[in-house]
């Protein structure tokens, strides 16, 4: 045969031989999953024990630092100020440079969302979910329907009369 013939046909494997094969396979691939696992630490999850980011690292987006509600807590709305974010800034610290970066991980320039009573109320510093976040995340929101949020009377058109919207 020559350097540009095609491959041979694969052998002919009776179908119980070769039902035996995948089912070695399979209980191969189980045991090594077992034995990596084992050897990772894969985290159980459980009533006492949290898995993944820690609560510092990963807080709950609509609670500001103080524990107060943002306004889209209730509804988990995703419009801008309704959860925790880095709304003054077009950068996150992860993309910022290192001079916005201290300031964006100050206590002056920390993510923030409108509180239920609509004051700011300021979000930690430490959530890797606000450090990557920024306006630009909206547009997740934006162009993604099922991600759409409910209208908010924050966001209200100016230029619309109230007698309009009725």
């Not at 910022?96 to 009573?117: F, I, T």
């Amino acid at each position: 045969m020559g350097a540009n013939s095609p491959p041979a046909p694969p052998a002919r494997v009776p179908f119980a031989e070769r039902l035996q094969q995948l089912n070695d396979r399979v209980t191969d691939t189980a045991a090594l999953v077992v034995r990596l696992d084992a050897e990772i630490g894969v985290c159980e999850r459980g009533v006492d024990n949290t898995c993944g980011r820690s609560a510092v690292e990963a807080p709950n987006p609509w609670l500001a630092e103080n524990g107060v509600k943002c306004v889209g807590h209730s509804t988990h709305e995703a419009f801008e100020g309704a959860f925790c974010g880095y709304w003054n800034s077009p950068t996150n610290p992860d993309a910022a440079d290192s001079a916005e970066r201290v300031e964006l991980l100050s206590e002056d320039g920390a993510p923030w969302c409108y509180a239920e009573d609509l004051t700011i109320a300021k979000c930690s510093i430490l959530a890797e979910r606000t450090i990557r976040s920024g306006v630009f995340e909206l547009e997740v929101c934006a162009f993604t329907p099922q991600h759409a949020p409910a209208p908010h009377p924050l966001q209200a058109d100016p230029f619309v009369s109230p007698a309009a919207l009725k």
